[in-house]
């Protein structure tokens, strides 16, 4: 064995020609960038969306909707999983404390108590809002609602 004789392993090359090593090897002056232009110089990125200088598709699609800053975003908590709650765990009293000792809930989460489901059981829920189905349900069981 001697340099001479040195081949890179199987598999472990993939360009056939290596560019910018001078114009004997085919693949040098430009090293196939082209002449001029932001793809030709080093250090070039294109902006995701950038259609060569043409209006990109994000910006020439008219704007739709609404988004309301001051929208609350529920925890939804159904009556068929509070009747689901008290079964399993044998409780009389649902309120944040428990939900979130549960993991039921996140601490950051503000919860609303609504009407899907039945509810045969009395209990007492606490949460921060309710339905009127809801609320009607519980107190037809016998239970009660605490808003905080």
Known sequence: MNLSSLKPAKGSTHNSKRV????????????????????????????IGFEGGQMPLQRRIPKRGFKNINRKEYAVL????????ADKYKVKEIDLNFLKENNIIKNSEIVKV???????????????????????????????????
């Open 20 to 47: 910018g090593r001078g114009q004997g090897s085919g693949k040098g002056g430009t090293s196939t960038r082209g002449h001029k232009g932001a793809q030709s110089r080093s250090g070039y990125s294109r902006k």
């Open 78 to 85: 159904n009556l068929a999983m509070i009747q689901h709650y």
């Open 114 to 148: 609504l009407g899907n489901g039945e509810l045969t059981i009395k209990v007492k829920v606490t949460a921060h809002a309710i339905s009127a189905t809801a609320q009607a349900q519980i107190e037809k069981a016998g239970g009660s609602f605490t808003k905080i």
